[in-house]
């Protein structure tokens, strides 16, 4: 952790939860794999919910929460690939 996202962290989980997310670090390339993997089953399941709606009409409120969906997705898939990129080159270090 650097010295800007330490007071980020304890402050969101407190100094025990900041200790317990200490303890998590060896597993990072396993959380990080099933992340994706959740990543891609949720991708999977827009795209396959969107496939069907197009056979189908579709509501305003429907069509709206598929764009909320994909946008929180993104918006997921954008933080795991930072959190993948700050991992390969700053958590490596044992």
Known sequence: ???ATSPLIVAAFGA????WLAGLKPYAPYLLVG???ALVCAFRSVRR???AC???PV?????LATRLSLVV???SAVMWLGAEVAYLLFGIRR
């Open 49 to 51: 919910e969107r496939r």
């Open 35 to 37: 992340a994706l993997a």
């Open 54 to 56: 197009a056979s189908q």
């Open 1 to 3: 952790m650097g010295p």
């Open 16 to 19: 025990s939860g900041a200790a």
């Open 59 to 63: 509501s305003k409120l429907r069509l």
């Open 73 to 75: 997705l993104w918006t």
